[in-house]
């Protein structure tokens, strides 16, 4: 019953911006930390920790290549954001959001970990490319 749904990506040249949703179903986004990871073509399973935004202190984490660059955030609507605001090709890879308990993440910018995350949503492309 609980769900998330990822959607906004596409097809971006290099330092344009895009802006990434996550819809909540089933429950309360608010009761949750919202995180997006990525996995990038040929590392497999693996998923990098870019961002959370946590649920009982509204802190922030950021992964170090991302910083500046990303904002996290979340709504009224029962939907999280991640706004990209200069995308490189790096970046190109499936987004995911995921929640869980608290923000499972390194205070010196190492990222996220994906196992502490219990649900998921499908991913969205994003491919970065003049």
């Known amino acids: 019953q609980m769900e998330l749904q990822e959607s906004g990506g596409g097809l971006v040249q290099p330092g344009g911006p895009l802006t990434l949703s996550c819809a909540a179903s089933g429950f309360t986004l608010d009761d949750y930390s919202i995180a997006w990871f990525r996995r990038a073509p040929g590392k497999g399973k693996e998923r990098e920790g870019v961002?959370?935004?946590?649920?009982?202190?509204?802190?922030t984490y950021y992964k170090d290549s991302v910083k500046g660059r990303f904002t996290i955030s979340r709504d009224d609507s029962n939907t999280g954001y991640l706004q990209i605001h200069s995308l490189k090709p790096e970046d190109t890879a499936v987004y995911y959001c995921?929640?869980?308990?608290?923000?499972?993440?390194?205070?010196?910018?190492?990222?996220?970990?994906?196992?502490?995350?219990?649900?998921w949503g499908r991913g969205t492309q994003v491919t970065v490319s003049s």
């Open positions: 961002s959370c935004l946590s649920n009982t202190n509204s802190k």
């Open positions: 995921a929640i869980a308990s608290q923000c499972f993440c390194s205070d010196n910018g190492d990222g996220c970990y994906e196992a502490d995350f219990g649900l």
